[in-house]
């Protein structure tokens, strides 16, 4: 197995990721490796630091870097010798296995839709995310920001690729999925919700109706079912919670949950290899957990469960 | 000066709202008074328990009650004798000034609409709530539930009711209005964003652009437009962790202000007279604040503002 990490991408790139792989690599049989991209030379400090052989990686060396702040579509295409566009060539040629990176979201999305392409039958992929339950471990909210606007269609498929990932990938038996929405009756809802509702009721995932602002950290739903716009406001609202209560030394298990670098990052699910973004500030504990849930993803086969169940 | 309350509407009706009832009339002078439409029967005694003479007030006696669950447009139709309806028509006929109620939501937002109707200009009247902000004060969110489905003309429209409430209602100088969105660049959001933004731009209004979920309680903007659906998810969202750091015992003076009952209820503005939406639970100081406001909105004559902006 070959995971592939950005190590250009993030605000504390390339140290945070080549010390995140470090860790990562430790914990990896030894037919798992990782496969960097990036600017070798830059690497090649923080391994002699660490005491690690160069050679317990393979290495992509790049020449080009996609900014943060940059277009996502216009910089994949204007720098093909960028790790992120390297990294989905090499992903789309079946070099390597998964690609991850906390680096430019956009350029991510538009490199996983373009070059690996949706499974077919998958209208749109959808970025997922992890929260925290009040009670114990965690749910899958998704989208969170690939797809400002959905269709009915696109939102039901939501249901099940957050039910796929939820089940194959953290093993959750049948997963709950709720519709999020502004209120539990099912006559409830803007357009999109109320004529999405019935798509779900008749597939043939856990479907248990909709869900409100105040379910997100419940026990209702393991899987929660939104368009990209609301689920980016959600998120963004839930995390400066986490941080105030940080910020106010409030010490709790519950916030402690919220901590992102835990999770290993959001994978683009319906596309045809699994991707997995990183939060930009991603840490080395942040990436470790990401290169070890994109090994999860390979091993677990989950995209060939999304495949099977699309077809 | 004439403020109608309904003391039928919520879950501790009708105690909690005689309670406030009277805790408000001692800080009102003498030419303005609290009209009570409800069960006089079952008013009395909280009355006499509190040593206040009945003469204090007004009473329009009612036979009906719309219950918190029933339908909103069914039940005004069908209960003309409730307080609700009669509330209404009071406050159509002139009879009072301003009706506030604790009651059904679905209710209190069908009279106003149908019976007391939108100032001519506004495409839709909207429900706002105060949010609270990190450094101190609170600031304006709407719409928070009575328009699941916006067009880009009705969110614009938002941010003029919202810039004028905030002004003239609470006196902040040259509110700032921001759009909630997914990004804070121009070029971010969803369809309804995108069209929304540059007739915020050419509005007469402080428009500072962009906001995201991350800057609900922060100090960029003094007014946030949302669609109805947004704003109720939000909401939600936001009361879940009041609920929850007063559960974990957390003391803290931001938090303290999320509680809804020194806000007065959420106005429904647009409409041809003040009309407030008061929380289910409404506690007697809930009431009490919310005819506060009610009187503010009277005094500041509020919607004369509101007809001469969309004149």
Not at 269 to 288: C, D, F, R, T, Y
């Amino acid at each position: 197995m070959k995971i592939g990490l950005d190590i250009m991408g993030g605000d504390f790139a390339p140290k945070a990721a080549v010390l995140g792989a470090i860790a990562a690599q430790k914990a990896l049989s030894a037919d798992q490796k990782i496969v960097l991209f990036g600017d070798k030379a830059q690497a090649l400090p923080f391994l002699t630091e660490e005491g690690v052989s160069p050679d317990d990686f393979e290495f992509v060396h790049t020449t080009e870097m996609i900014g943060m702040g940059e277009h996502g579509t216009k910089s994949v295409l204007q720098k093909p010798n960028s790790s992120i566009s390297l990294g989905f060539q090499y992903l789309k040629d079946g070099k390597i296995d998964s690609f991850a990176s906390a680096g430019n979201t956009g350029a991510m999305l538009v490199g996983a839709i373009f070059s690996v392409k949706p499974v077919p039958g998958v209208i749109r992929p959808a970025v997922a995310t992890n929260v925290p339950k009040l009670k114990s471990g965690f749910g899958i909210m998704l989208d969170v920001g690939a797809n400002a606007d959905c269709k009915p269609e696109v939102l039901a498929q939501f249901g099940m690729l957050g039910s796929l990932y939820a089940e194959h990938v953290y093993h959750i038996q049948n997963p709950k999925v709720g519709l999020m929405n502004l209120g539990e009756e099912e006559e409830k809802g803007n357009v999109l919700t109320q004529s999405t509702f019935p798509l779900l009721q008749k597939s043939d995932i856990n479907f248990i109706g909709n869900i409100e602002g105040r379910d997100l950290f419940n026990d209702k739903a393991d899987v929660i079912v939104c368009d990209g716009f609301t689920g980016n406001v959600m998120l963004k609202l839930a995390e400066t919670f986490y941080i105030l209560t940080l910020k106010k030394g409030f010490k709790d298990e519950f916030f402690d949950r919220f901590n992102y670098e835990q999770y290993g990052g959001s994978p683009i699910l319906g596309v045809n290899a699994p991707v997995l973004i990183g939060h930009g500030i991603s840490s080395p504990e942040a990436i470790k957990n990401m290169v070890l849930l994109s090994r999860t993803m390979v091993e677990t086969q989950f995209v060939d469960k999304i495949k099977e169940a699309f077809k």
